[in-house]
């Protein structure tokens, strides 16, 4: 689960993270009073999930009243292009109005889960308001980083290194160790998954600010996470997505035109491989969990249809704890209820996998079944073209 920049800057400051004093704003009005309130030049930040805002045209600075009002009148109601929203963009529907402030200098840290090491990594460098994937692959010595134990945390001496390494003076310095420990402590308590400030800056007067945040949570500990659950905003989501996680289905769309739906995660990676090697482009990944019902298949096959992009579904279910006569049964009254104007192509292994061919087979309607996975895969991919 993903936040808002003005969302994870309030999560931070309580943990003594520096931010700039800022308002989020919904109206024109708003973004105009707001920036009177906190004077100028001011920052105008548009409000998405998504990077790369600046080089979209989200981030506006205002030196004036009449700035201020001319970039919230472009930026609120824009579909905001940028790298990670894809082309068709993500909508704003608010902004962060900041203080402007004096730059000494631009940093980067950033917190993520090394499951190699068992640990969160925690990362800095100097080259703080750059993509850091492009540092990563062009520059990789620039990207310091240092292993925080579970059991200990981040010790003061692992975020010392990191900040002296960062070739500050000692005063900075120990306000760069303040703002590693308050954000390492930020992302262990709210369960986090990644965690990036980009730019950290110095300014001229020696202070330490948080002038980006980024927070993405763990979306399996958010049943212990109940005021983040409440910061969600599911217009930043894909709604199938939405759709899916509150039928319990998993679900993520792709740029493909063959629906998926499988019953195990696993499986699910398996069948867009193969997908891909006959030649095909999965148009999501979609894994109904090892005890699917008869509902969660309906629902799940709902949400495949209503991609107007998908040419032909493929189901593939190993039939186990589900299985395969529900799994069947599932989607004939899924396909009596919704009709079908795409070939359907099923491959059913597993517990009782020949009553469920046979409830196929009986069910008079237009299911191509298949022999095995790379059969269901050669057929998906044929029915697409």
Same mark, same amino acid.
């Given at each position: 689960?993903?936040?808002?920049? !003005?969302?994870?800057?309030?999560?931070?400051?309580?943990?003594?993270?520096?931010?700039?004093?800022?308002?989020? *704003?919904?109206?024109?009005?708003?973004?105009?009073?707001?920036?009177?309130?906190? /004077?100028? +030049?001011?920052?105008?930040?548009?409000?998405?999930?998504?990077? =790369?805002? =600046?080089?979209?045209? /989200?981030?506006?600075?205002?030196?004036?009243?009449?700035?201020?009002?001319?970039?919230?009148?472009?930026?609120?109601?824009?579909?905001?292009?940028?790298?990670?929203?894809? +082309?068709?963009?993500?909508?704003?529907? *608010? $902004?962060?109005?900041?203080? #402007?402030?004096?730059?000494? %200098?631009?940093?980067?840290?950033?917190?993520?889960?090394?499951?190699?090491?068992? /640990?969160?990594?925690?990362?800095?460098?100097?080259?703080? #308001?750059?993509?850091?994937?492009? $540092?990563?692959?062009?520059?990789?010595?620039?990207?310091?980083?240092?292993?925080?134990?579970?059991?200990?945390?981040?010790? +003061?001496?692992?975020?010392?290194?990191?900040?002296?390494?960062?070739?500050?003076?000692?005063?900075?310095?120990?306000?760069?160790?303040?703002?590693?420990?308050?954000? !390492?402590?930020?992302?262990?308590?709210?369960?986090?998954?990644?965690?990036?400030?980009?730019?950290?800056?110095?300014?001229?007067?020696?202070?330490? $600010?948080?002038?980006?945040?980024?927070?993405?949570?763990?979306?399996?500990?958010?049943?212990?996470?109940?005021?983040?659950?409440?910061?969600?905003?599911?217009?930043?989501?894909?709604?199938?997505?939405?759709?899916?996680?509150?039928? =319990?289905?998993? !679900?993520?769309?792709?740029? =493909?035109?063959?629906?998926?739906?499988?019953?195990?995660?696993?499986?699910?990676?398996?069948?867009?491989?193969?997908?891909?090697? *006959?030649?095909?482009?999965?148009?999501?990944?979609?894994?109904?969990?090892?005890?699917?019902?008869?509902? %969660?298949?309906?629902?799940?096959?709902?949400?495949?249809?209503?991609?107007?992009?998908?040419?032909?579904?493929?189901?593939?279910?190993?039939?186990?704890?589900?299985?395969?006569?529900?799994?069947?049964?599932?989607?004939?009254?899924?396909?009596?209820?919704?009709?079908?104007?795409? +070939?359907?192509?099923?491959?059913?292994?597993?517990?009782?996998?020949?009553?469920?061919?046979?409830?196929?087979?009986?069910?008079?309607?237009?299911?191509?079944?298949?022999?095995?996975?790379?059969?269901?895969?050669?057929?998906?991919?044929?029915?697409?073209?």
């Amino acid at each position: 689960m993903k936040v808002h920049e !003005y969302q994870a800057k309030d999560i931070l400051r309580k943990y003594g993270v520096v931010t700039l004093q800022s308002k989020v *704003c919904f109206t024109l009005d708003d973004v105009v009073s707001a920036a009177d309130e906190l /004077g100028y +030049p001011c920052v105008v930040k548009a409000q998405v999930h998504a990077g =790369g805002r =600046g080089k979209g045209g /989200g981030v506006k600075l205002a030196k004036n009243r009449d700035e201020a009002a001319t970039h919230g009148r472009n930026i609120l109601g824009m579909m905001l292009k940028t790298p990670q929203t894809g +082309p068709e963009g993500q909508k704003v529907n *608010c $902004v962060l109005v900041e203080q #402007g402030c004096q730059i000494d %200098r631009e940093l980067y840290l950033g917190m993520v889960i090394d499951r190699e090491k068992n /640990g969160v990594c925690v990362m800095a460098s100097t080259e703080g #308001g750059m993509d850091i994937e492009e $540092v990563a692959a062009h520059t990789p010595e620039k990207i310091l980083k240092e292993w925080a134990d579970p059991v200990t945390g981040l010790m +003061p001496f692992q975020a010392r290194k990191l900040a002296y390494d960062l070739h500050v003076s000692d005063d900075v310095a120990k306000k760069i160790v303040k703002c590693l420990l308050g954000l !390492y402590n930020a992302f262990v308590a709210t369960d986090s998954s990644l965690l990036e400030i980009n730019p950290l800056v110095i300014t001229k007067g020696g202070d330490v $600010v948080a002038l980006d945040a980024k927070l993405n949570f763990d979306d399996n500990a958010l049943f212990r996470q109940a005021k983040l659950v409440e910061m969600r905003d599911p217009a930043q989501e894909d709604p199938r997505e939405v759709v899916a996680q509150h039928h =319990g289905l998993s !679900y993520i769309a792709l740029d =493909g035109n063959i629906g998926c739906m499988v019953n195990g995660a696993g499986l699910a990676m398996a069948t867009m491989d193969i997908i891909k090697y *006959c030649g095909g482009e999965p148009a999501n990944f979609l894994d109904v969990g090892g005890s699917a019902t008869q509902e %969660r298949v309906t629902e799940a096959l709902k949400i495949i249809l209503q991609d107007q992009a998908v040419k032909a579904v493929m189901i593939n279910v190993f039939g186990g704890i589900a299985k395969c006569d529900v799994i069947a049964q599932g989607v004939v009254e899924a396909v009596k209820e919704l009709g079908l104007h795409v +070939p359907l192509i099923v491959r059913l292994e597993g517990t009782n996998v020949t009553a469920g061919k046979e409830i196929l087979k009986k069910s008079g309607l237009a299911i191509i079944p298949a022999d095995d996975l790379l059969d269901a895969a050669k057929k998906a991919v044929a029915a697409a073209k």
